[in-house]
């Protein structure tokens, strides 16, 4: 079956250590999608890409870095820069144009102690 | 710039009763709309979402929206609530990029 898979689904870091979400997409899809969720406010666009080796940052992207080497692989890293770093950070695709964008993985829900 | 609101953050509506769950956009353009549900702890599963054509959309498990462009809204609505629609529901636009409402927590009362 086609789908996104994000992993780990649970995370736990020290606080000032990098540490990188895995994102994996078997739809065949051109545009992948960072989001981070927190209570009450929705979800917030970290970065995108839209072809490989390509990618633009989204309205909180301070404090991660994204790569696209693979058409089928966007991981994010939260660096030790992004201030409030503990969420539940969300992984989509979509064919170009979005008008498929239905596909989301099942997140991953990171903490910093 | 594009922005969705969901007036709403919090929803209680009896077993059986009907729903309606506000959403209103801002974009220069027609953009795409869509709403998701969302279980705790779960990633985001589309209901429905709207391109162009027909206002009235139907989407799965028995919701519908309906797009008024002169309100600039998109609002949700079922006709009768089951236990199991309690969840979070978000509403998006798609105009140069995916962006999302707050969300509104629906809890369904037996």
């Known amino acids: 079956d086609g789908g996104i898979t994000q992993s780990p689904k649970y995370l736990f870091r020290k606080e000032g250590q990098n540490v990188t979400l895995s994102c994996e997409q078997n739809l065949n899809h051109d545009a992948m999608y960072w989001y981070r969720q927190d209570p009450g406010q929705g979800l917030r666009l970290i970065y995108y890409?839209?072809?490989?080796?390509?990618?633009q940052k989204g309205d909180i992207a301070e404090g991660y870095s994204v790569s696209r080497e693979k058409k089928e692989s966007f991981p994010l890293t939260v660096t030790s820069a992004q201030k409030n770093p503990t969420a539940f950070y969300l992984c989509?695709?979509?064919?170009?144009?979005?008008?498929?964008?239905?596909?989301f993985g099942p997140g991953t829900r990171l903490t910093v102690l | 710039a594009q922005s969705v609101t969901q007036p709403d953050i919090h929803i209680t509506v009896s077993e059986g009763a009907s729903l309606e769950l506000r959403c209103n956009y801002s974009y220069g353009a027609t953009p795409y709309l869509f709403w998701y549900v969302q279980s705790p702890g779960q990633g985001l599963q589309l209901l429905l979402k709207y391109f162009s054509g027909d206002t009235l959309v139907q989407g799965i498990k028995g919701f519908e929206a309906e797009f008024k462009r002169s309100q600039s809204s998109f609002n949700l609505r079922k006709p009768s609530v089951h236990w199991s629609d309690a969840a979070e529901y978000f509403c998006?636009?798609?105009?140069?990029?995916?962006?999302f409402g707050a969300g509104t927590i629906l809890r369904v009362k037996s």
């Open positions: 998006a636009l798609y105009g140069n990029k995916l962006v």
């Open positions: 890409s839209q072809i490989v080796n390509d990618f």
């Open positions: 989509a695709s979509s064919i170009l144009g979005g008008q498929s964008l239905g596909f």
